[in-house]
């Protein structure tokens, strides 16, 4: 069978794979199993076909969007436009986003959206119709809205085709205050918030390091506390990818190695991801940069290759039950969805591993999206009410600490201590507080129950019950 094949069998099992992972968590929690049913369940799943003008001829497009859960609303999730989405994929996903919302306290249902298609096989006003059509059929469905679904990017998607939906929604809601809140990701200068492009590659780079801040931990995998000097390898140069790089290598990891879909680069002395990225914009490959020690045409060859941390951060069932023995990583988080098989994660931990899986290490999209969607409906960005009033009581309280001590401030001391925090300093601080929180909480659920195997099982556990107790609120189940 060939590799294509494998693929597509493997996608197609994506949503049976998560029920599976659910099913197993389930029975560490004591909820009637008609609850448990429901909140496992996709609530509404909507495919539809429509055709666009390509060329000189037509070409008809098959699109989905899934609301997996309404015990929060909005729902939630991202829409991606890929040639290989299908609606096991875009099921699987939206019922991943439920998880991830309440794991990481975001009061969203989960929802997901897929176009099938391949974004480079078309001219910017060929996907802008797209966009705009697929917005207006949700539109037609009450599949969209700033208090019913609201979409987001994701693979293959971003900031442009948020505005596009942004203005087909408003267009079609005229004078509908919120309308701006129907979707997130959007660019800053149409209500987007600062932060939101970096955030899940921010939030990757969080989790990691809390991870390995747990001393009793990193013992048990034979590795020192802290995230200053351990080795990383990242699968994925887009935007998870190069955030998580770029964020960790601020905080002090080293980036050994790079995987992208045309080969790996690999040095063990590190290598230079803002040099590497410029190399692949000039070159249109990571291939051949000059840092790199070592090369591979296999890309999947770069996982293997020794280090303390790997991130799959490109698409799912990437590391397999095949080669996940000559997984050198003693830890892999989680960037995208899905990068791991349920079979290649069993071995893993048998083998003395910890997986932070992707619906907590990669929430920082939907985290700052949340932030977003209060700015849209508060009509007020992050910052504006306070910052003056913070710097006028910080300038306050300098100016009478040295009048009493007699110590004059340099101005580079006054002016860190009197400054008021900024929209993306807020987001930061939210996103970090966020991660932080939400790690420990799935940490003392995995610790507590000495049956429940891996660190996913256990932030399903926490979901579960979570969503069981707003389904409970909401006077649907006793």
Not at 6 to 16: E, Y
Not at 34 to 61: A, H, M, T
Not at 247 to 263: N, P, T
Request: charged content about 20%; proline content about 4%; glycine content about 10%.
């Amino acid at each position: 069978m060939s590799n294509s094949k494998i693929v597509a069998n493997q996608a197609d099992h994506f949503f049976g794979d998560v029920c599976e992972n659910f099913d197993h968590a389930a029975q560490f929690t004591k909820h009637d199993a008609g609850l448990l049913d429901q909140i496992k369940s996709c609530n509404s799943v909507y495919r539809f076909r429509f055709p666009i003008r390509k060329g000189n001829g037509f070409e008809v497009i098959d699109a989905w969007r899934v609301e997996h859960s309404h015990h929060q609303s909005p729902t939630k999730g991202g829409i991606r436009y890929s040639e290989m989405v299908n609606e096991d994929e875009v099921m699987a996903l939206a019922a991943l986003m439920t998880y991830k919302c309440a794991i990481v306290n975001v009061p969203f249902g989960g929802a997901k959206g897929g176009i099938k298609i391949n974004p480079k096989n078309y001219t910017v006003g060929e996907l802008e119709n797209i966009t705009r059509r697929y917005t207006v059929e949700l539109i037609k469905k009450n599949f969209i809205g700033p208090s019913i679904d609201v979409p987001a990017p994701d693979y293959g998607s971003g900031e442009r085709e948020m505005s596009w939906i942004a203005d087909t929604y408003a267009t079609m809601n005229p004078g509908q205050l919120d309308a701006l809140g129907a979707v997130t990701g959007k660019p800053i200068a149409l209500h987007g918030i600062a932060g939101r492009r970096e955030a899940t590659g921010r939030g990757v780079a969080i989790a990691i390091r809390e991870c390995v801040s747990v001393a009793e931990d990193m013992q048990k995998l034979g590795l020192t506390t802290g995230i200053s000097g351990k080795r990383v390898i990242v699968q994925g140069l887009g935007n998870v990818g190069y955030h998580s790089a770029k964020f960790l290598s601020e905080f002090g990891a080293i980036i050994v190695g790079l995987c992208e879909y045309e080969g790996a680069i690999y040095n063990e002395a590190g290598l230079d991801i803002e040099a590497v990225f410029l190399h692949r914009k000039e070159t249109g490959s990571i291939l051949g940069y000059p840092g790199a020690k070592k090369e591979f045409r296999n890309s999947l060859e770069g996982l293997e290759q020794p280090c303390d941390i790997l991130v799959p951060a490109a698409l799912e069932n990437q590391i397999t039950g095949e080669n996940v023995k000559n997984i050198k990583a003693k830890i892999i988080a989680e960037g995208a969805n899905g990068p791991t098989t349920p079979g290649a994660e069993t071995m893993f931990y048998q083998n003395g591993g910890i997986i932070i899986p992707d619906m907590y290490a990669n929430a920082g999209g939907v985290t700052v999206s949340y932030f977003e969607w209060l700015k849209n409906l508060s009509h007020v960005a992050f910052g504006r009410m306070n910052r003056r009033f913070e710097e006028n009581s910080n300038l306050n309280l300098v100016n009478m600490v040295e009048g009493i001590t007699g110590i004059a401030l340099s101005p580079l001391q006054r002016s860190s201590i009197i400054k008021g925090a900024s929209e993306l300093e807020l987001v930061n601080s939210g996103l970090e507080d966020t991660m932080i929180r939400s790690y420990h909480e799935i940490r003392e659920t995995f610790k507590g129950n000495p049956k429940i195997e891996t660190q996913r099982i256990a932030a399903f556990v926490g979901a579960i019950n979570k969503i069981a107790v707003s389904y409970q609120n909401l006077g649907v189940w006793p």
